[in-house]
């Protein structure tokens, strides 16, 4: 069964970094699956980060690609989250998943399979 | 502002069915982006529950189906049951934004 499970400090300050890692059971960080970062601010909805491949390769969204870097560890089957220059609208409770690609269409398409329980992280002084 | 627009809300009584929509555009559903559905119990992580418009996980009761057609997608409940009373969210992808894309959301109520 695969389990995901995330960790990190649950208070930033504004302007900090969050920084948050994923560690990742029943399933190798190097399989064929990607990973992922999606967010949920109190009470919204559900906001795609980022994804990461365990040879390197990411994808970012682009209204928080300048502010964001996703990395991975494979000695520790784990993936990581930092997001620069926070304020309180990156308030949210942070997933982190995993991806199953698939083509289709003539596209390349994606869904998030498994889900880690979330963790909530608060902007404030 | 999502580009996937689900109603803020659907309701039912037990044992009916309810059907959540989730419209797009040319620059995701409709360009033949494929669309999946989660559900979302309270203080929960979203769960998968439809994937690739028709295909349910292992798990999901057959009580939950999906489909797509044109720019848009929907997400069938038959024989409501009081434990399907939750949120539930589209996902695709945009190719205008080059970024995954979720829906409104939508809030399904057992009367």
């Known amino acids: 069964q695969v389990q995901l499970q995330e960790s990190g400090p649950g208070l930033v300050k504004p302007s900090g970094t969050l920084s948050l890692t994923c560690a990742v059971s029943?399933?190798?960080?190097?399989?064929?699956?990607?990973w992922s970062w999606v967010r949920q601010p109190p009470g919204k909805g559900l906001e795609w980060i980022a994804d990461?491949?365990?040879?390197?390769?990411?994808y970012y969204n682009p209204s928080l690609k300048s502010r964001v870097t996703i990395s991975v560890d494979k000695s520790k089957n784990q993936f990581s989250l930092n997001l620069s220059s926070v304020t309180a609208a990156d308030t949210a409770v942070y997933y982190c998943?995993?991806?199953?690609?698939?083509?289709?269409?003539?596209?390349?398409?994606?869904?998030?399979?498994?889900w880690g329980q979330g963790t909530l992280v608060t902007v404030s002084s | 502002q999502s580009v996937l627009t689900q109603p803020p809300s659907v309701s039912g009584a037990p044992g009916q069915r309810v059907t959540i929509s989730c419209t797009g555009s040319?620059?995701?559903?409709?360009?033949?982006?494929?669309v999946h559905w989660y559900q979302q119990l309270p203080g929960t992580a979203p769960k998968l529950l439809i994937y690739?418009?028709?295909h349910r996980p292992s798990g999901v009761p057959d009580r939950f189906s999906g489909s797509k057609s044109g720019a848009s997608a929907s997400l069938d409940i038959t024989g409501l049951q009081a434990e399907d009373e939750t949120d539930y969210y589209c996902?695709?992808?945009?190719?205008?934004?080059?970024?995954?894309?979720f829906g409104t959301g939508t809030k399904v109520t057992v009367l």
């Open positions: 998943a995993r991806v199953s690609y698939y083509d289709s269409s003539g596209w390349a398409q994606y869904y998030f399979d498994y």
């Open positions: 029943g399933d190798s960080i190097n399989s064929s699956h990607w």
């Open positions: 990461i491949y365990h040879s390197g390769g990411t």
């Open positions: 040319s620059s995701n559903i409709g360009a033949g982006y494929d």
């Open positions: 690739a418009n028709i």
């Open positions: 996902q695709s992808y945009d190719n205008s934004l080059s970024s995954s894309v």
